[in-house]
Structure formats: structure tokens, C-alpha cells
Nanobody, 121 residues
Framework: QVQLVESGGGLVQPGGSLRLSCAAS????????MGWYRQPPGKERELVAT???????NYADSVKGRFTISTNNAKNTVDLQMNSLKPEDTAVYYC???????????????WGKGTLVLVTS
């Protein structure tokens, strides 16, 4: 009943930019936080950036100064602007959201299916 759909991934050259978008839909009462995680080839999933409903942001050290996370609370969307991309940024990027559903008293983590970002020359 809740879905997260990512878009915007693709192939880019080092130094290029991409903007990822994620839209949450379904029986949503409120969203406490949204974020982006990534899983490089052969590695475990890691945090990229998160933003709370109050606007507080958190970034992995590896992306600080290059990536910017933003959210539109009215539309239940979150974007990730990625600049100065490096080959090390190559990964499947996943959207995450802490969502309270109808008739639920707690928040639960939901995940998108992922979108591939390939940074290569």
C-alpha cells in the first residue's frame, strides 16, 4: 500500500551531474524522514544523505560538498542533486522513507527498488 519510486539514474562521466528523484505514494499519514542510500558493486549498502520532516540533513563524509538532498513535504518527494561525480559514486541508489500509515501507530522503513548510477569515462 506504500510505494517509493526512484528516477533519474543513468550513465555519466566523471565530473558530471545527476539529479535523482523519489516519490512516495499510498496510505500515508505522515513521513518522518526520507533519504538516499547506495550499494556499490561488491559492497554493503551505505547511507548517502537523509532529511527529516523538520529539515535537518545528514550526509556521508564522502559526499559532503558535492551532493544536496531536498524534500517537498507537500508532494512526498525527495531529490538528490549529485555534482562532481566520481567513479567511486557508482552504485545502485535506493530511496528510503520512514512512513506512518493509516491505522498504524508507529513508523516503518520503506525502500524503493533502486536506480543505477554509473560514473565512467
Amino acid at each position: 500500500q506504500v510505494q517509493l519510486v526512484e528516477s533519474g539514474g543513468g550513465l555519466v562521466q566523471p565530473g558530471g551531474s545527476l539529479r535523482l528523484s523519489c516519490a512516495a505514494s499510498g496510505s500515508i499519514v505522515s513521513i518522518n524522514a526520507m533519504g538516499w542510500y547506495r550499494q556499490p558493486p561488491g559492497k554493503e549498502r551505505e547511507l548517502v544523505a537523509t532529511v527529516t520532516s523538520g529539515g535537518s540533513t545528514n550526509y556521508a563524509d564522502s559526499v559532503k560538498g558535492r551532493f544536496t538532498i531536498s524534500t517537498n513535504n507537500a508532494k512526498n518527494t525527495v531529490d538528490l542533486q549529485m555534482n562532481s561525480l566520481k567513479p567511486e559514486d557508482t552504485a545502485v541508489y535506493y530511496c528510503n522513507a520512514e512512513i506512518r500509515r493509516l491505522y498504524a501507530g508507529d513508523f516503518r522503513d520503506y525502500w524503493g527498488k533502486g536506480t543505477l548510477v554509473l560514473v565512467t569515462s
